[in-house]
């Protein structure tokens, strides 16, 4: 199937309301292209260097989000690429991002990653944790906390997926209940190629589609 078909495809069966990234790690810049051209308004990229080669072709035709595992050397060059950086786990990288993103005259949008199944070879602040972490990006002038964002397993059978994704939504409820100055609790950034549905189901309304829609890598 097209990228093209693949992703007209996706689109018409999501419900209302859940927003399509395209996650176009190690994708050309013709690739992203296509996609945005089908209908997708958000690029998720794992890699700095990689999104800025593409952002050149691309530009802003469409919305960037970082989905990959952030240093805090890359950050200055995220935070003017990026329309979005999903994956903060740390006080010390929201630091970072609230530096760079004041230098820069912006205030950047942001979710928390929770490592929601405690998986050590993850990234991903842990569930007991991500409170502290909340409160503390939230205190920061130049970052906007606008929700939560889990991984999940990476195959295997998509039930197998619930589980990390009830633990994320109840976080997010629960933070979203504090009601803390400058955070807007939007956004519940879960589920891939494999378990996008059950991610839905369990309240995802960002998704992260990479081999749906353009084909194994």
Same mark, same amino acid.
């Given at each position: 199937?097209? @990228?093209?078909? %693949? /992703?007209?495809?996706?689109? #018409?069966?999501?419900?209302?309301?859940? !927003?399509?990234? +395209? *996650? $176009?790690?190690?994708?050309?810049?013709?690739? @992203?292209?296509? %996609? /945005?051209?089908?209908?997708? #308004?958000?690029i998720?990229?794992?890699? !700095?260097?990689? +999104? *800025? $080669?593409?952002?050149?072709a691309v530009?802003?035709?469409?919305?960037?989000?970082?989905?990959?595992?952030?240093?805090?050397?890359?950050?200055?060059?995220?935070?003017?690429?990026?329309?979005?950086?999903?994956?903060?786990?740390?006080v010390?990288?929201?630091?970072?991002?609230?530096?760079?993103?004041?230098?820069?005259?912006?205030?950047?949008?942001?979710?928390?990653?929770?490592?929601?199944?405690?998986?050590?070879?993850?990234a991903?602040?842990?569930p007991?944790?991500?409170?502290?972490?909340?409160?503390?990006?939230a205190?920061?002038?130049?970052?906007?906390?606008?929700?939560?964002?889990?991984?999940?397993?990476?195959?295997?059978?998509?039930?197998?997926?619930?589980?990390?994704?009830?633990?994320?939504?109840?976080?997010?409820?629960?933070?979203g209940?504090?009601?803390?100055?400058?955070?807007?609790?939007?956004?519940l950034?879960?589920?891939?190629?494999?378990?996008?549905?059950?991610?839905?189901?369990?309240?995802?309304?960002?998704?992260r589609?990479?081999?749906?829609?353009?084909g194994?890598?």
């Open positions: 199937m097209s @990228i093209r078909k %693949a /992703v007209r495809k996706v689109l #018409e069966e999501l419900p209302p309301g859940v !927003v399509l990234a +395209a *996650a $176009a790690k190690s994708r050309t810049p013709a690739e @992203i292209l296509e %996609a /945005v051209e089908a209908g997708v #308004e958000i998720g990229q794992n890699y !700095v260097q990689e +999104a *800025a $080669a593409a952002f050149e530009g802003r035709r469409a919305k960037w989000h970082f989905i990959g595992h952030l240093q805090t050397n890359k950050v200055k060059r995220a935070v003017e690429i990026f329309d979005m950086i999903e994956t903060v786990d740390s010390s990288l929201a630091r970072e991002i609230d530096k760079r993103a004041g230098a820069a005259g912006k205030r950047m949008p942001v979710l928390l990653e929770v490592n929601s199944g405690e998986e050590p070879q993850k991903g602040v842990l007991a944790e991500a409170e502290a972490l909340f409160r503390a990006a205190a920061l002038p130049n970052i906007h906390v606008q929700g939560l964002m889990t991984m999940g397993p990476f195959e295997g059978d998509p039930e197998d997926s619930r589980p990390y994704f009830r633990v994320t939504k109840a976080l997010f409820h629960r933070f209940g504090l009601a803390l100055p400058g955070v807007e609790m939007k956004w950034s879960m589920g891939m190629s494999n378990s996008y549905r059950v991610a839905v189901e369990e309240g995802a309304n960002l998704i589609l990479g081999t749906l829609l353009f194994p890598r």
